[in-house]
């Protein structure tokens, strides 16, 4: 349905109406969007948790920590890298709730926190291998 007169225009208020533009939108979609849309704090906290995936490194302890627990000192041997570098990552992946840890003695074995992750990582490598 084509509409000169009205153009839909989302806000982080809602959505809003201006004249003299077209529009392929019908109104029950419109506001069918307003309904689902999730508000504005919790799309930037969705944004801010994809943003942890948006690193190699970071992708790799994951992967690494899909197969199993391990401390830092494993991780950093496996991919190669400083222990620094990889204890720098797994505390921006432990603010993000991506990673869990335990104590035994003196060192800290990690673990994915959940299997939400797995399904994330799952799902990602499935859509770049298409």
Do not use: W
Not at 3 to 16: E, F, P, Q, Y
Not at 17 to 32: F, K, L, Q
Not at 55 to 72: F, G, H, N, P
Not at 118 to 125: E, N
């Amino acid at each position: 349905m084509k509409n000169n007169d009205i153009m839909v225009i989302c806000t982080a208020g809602g959505i809003r109406m201006e004249e003299n533009t077209y529009i392929h939108a019908d109104a029950e979609s419109v506001r069918m969007i307003e309904e689902k849309m999730p508000p504005q704090e919790e799309m930037q906290d969705l944004a801010e948790f994809f943003k942890v995936f948006g690193d190699a490194t970071r992708l790799k302890i994951l992967y690494v920590l899909l197969c199993s627990e391990m401390c830092v000192y494993d991780i950093a041997a496996i991919l190669g890298m400083s222990q620094s570098a990889i204890s720098h990552q797994l505390r921006v992946l432990k603010q993000m709730d991506l990673v869990k840890n335990r104590r035994e003695g003196k060192t800290i074995f990690y673990a994915l926190a959940d299997s939400h992750i797995v399904a994330i990582l799952s799902q990602g490598l499935d859509h770049i291998e298409e």
